[in-house]
C-alpha cells in the first residue's frame, strides 16, 4: 500500500470517526428522535410522524445547560414528556395550563383563570357530547379510562368548578380533543418530566406494521418535513 493511499485512507477513517463523535453527540444532549404514538395531536402531528425534539429547550441540567440557552415554557407549546404514570413512556402534547392556573372546560371549549382560551391548533369535530371529555372536570360519574390515583386527586381539588394547576407542573391537551387521553385522565406533568420541545417532522410513514422500502421512505421525508411553530 503507498504512502499516499495509506494517508488517504488514515483522512477517511479520522473523518467517519468524526461524524459518528458529532452525531452521538447531537444525539445525546441537543435533540432526540420521537415517533408519535398516536392520533391524539392531529392535524398538528399525524401517527407515525418521526419529530425532532430539542432536549435543551426545557432542560436545565445537564452539561451544556451554562452553554445553549434555555427556553421558558409557555402555554401553547407542544412538549414531549414522560408520561407520568408510566415514565418510561414518552408522549407529545400541547402545554395548555400553566403553574398556578385556574383551568375548567365547557362543551369542550377551555377556561384559564374564567377566560376562554383561544386555540386555534384545537381539532374539535362534531361528536356526541361526553360530559367527563368535554366539561372537564367532571365528578358525577367515573370515565373508564381515568386513572384511578388521578379521580382520587381531582375529587379533592376541584374549587367552584375548577382545577389548580400546582407549582412546577402543567396540564396538557391534545389536539384533537375528543381522541386524546391527557391531562384530563391522568394528571398534571411535572417540569421535571419535560423532555423536549418538538422541532421539526423530518419523516411520516403509516404505522401499518410493514417494513417499508427505501423509496416509500424517501419520498415520506420529502412529502413529510415540516418545521413545527
Known sequence: MSASHHHGLHLTVRSLLEFLIVAIFIATFIVQPFRVPSQSMEPTLHLGDF???DKQSF?????LRFV?????VHRGDLAVFHFPPEPQTFLVKRIVGMPGDRLRMKLGIT??????LAEPYAYLPPARLDPFRDNFPF???????????WWRTL??????????VPADSYFVLGDNRDASEDSRYWGFVPRT???GKPLLVYLSLPDDGRHHTLRERVLAAW????ILR
Do not use: K, M, W, Y
Not at 111 to 116: E, L, M, R
Not at 155 to 164: L, P, Q, W
Not at 223 to 226: K, V
Open 68 to 72: 445553549l440557552p434555555q427556553t421558558e
Open 59 to 63: 432542560s436545565h441540567e445537564g452539561p
Open 223 to 226: 412529502h413529510g418535513f415540516r
Open 155 to 164: 375529587r379533592s381539588n376541584v374549587r367552584d368548578g375548577e382545577i389548580t
Open 193 to 195: 418530566a419535560l423532555a
Open 139 to 149: 365528578l358525577r360519574e367515573l370515565d373508564p379510562n381515568v386513572d384511578p390515583a
Open 111 to 116: 377556561f384559564v383563570n374564567g377566560t376562554p
Open 51 to 53: 419529530v425532532f425534539a
